[in-house]
């Protein structure tokens, strides 16, 4: 990243341009799913997969399948999974080969959410944004969903 200044008479001020080089654009490899939790079948969670071999890599698009992901398997009666990604990157290829691991979380549950520095909206409209409410297993990825719906 460069920037450069210049000074506008015309307008009495400065301009500033910032140059940004995102370097080389890298692709997507291989994508694995392997679990480590007895029961849950990784082929259930491939049908998530958002990141698909030779797409342009794409972070959102890995979250947001780690999310999907999460989702499914406590769908699947397993909410206390924790989902990790693997990169391996190949740099003369400018590939990224991906392993997303399924792996056993540490079991919590939401006691109480607490609502707080609201003034103008009711309570029950914050609320429902969430996908959890009170003593419901705790899921990460739920949590985040409803944070992002809550700031959009």
């Known amino acids: 990243m460069s920037v450069r200044a210049e000074y506008d008479p015309t307008r009495r001020g400065f301009g500033i341009t910032f140059m940004i080089d995102e370097g080389e654009q890298y692709r ?3 994508i694995d799913v392997q679990s480590n939790v007895r029961g849950l079948d ?5 049908s998530r997969l958002r990141t698909f071999a030779g797409d342009v890599f794409n972070t ?3 979250e947001k399948t780690v999310e999907d992901m999460t989702i499914e398997a406590a ?3 397993f909410a206390f999974v924790a989902l990790r990604t693997r990169p391996d990157r190949d740099n003369q ?3 990224v080969n991906l392993v997303y691991t399924v792996d ?3 079991r919590a549950y939401i006691e109480q959410i607490n609502i707080r520095g609201n003034s103008r909206t009711r309570d ?3 609320r429902r944004e969430f996908d959890v409410s009170e003593g419901d297993p705790y899921n990460r990825a ?3 969903r409803a944070e992002r719906r809550l700031k959009t």
């Open 60 to 62: 959102e698009a890995v």
């Open 142 to 144: 739920l949590i985040s």
């Open 124 to 126: 029950h409209v914050i």
């Open 75 to 77: 769908r699947q009666g």
């Open 28 to 30: 997507f490899g291989g």
């Open 104 to 106: 056993e979380g540490q």
């Open 42 to 46: 990784p082929a259930v969670l491939r």
């Open 93 to 95: 290829a400018r590939r």
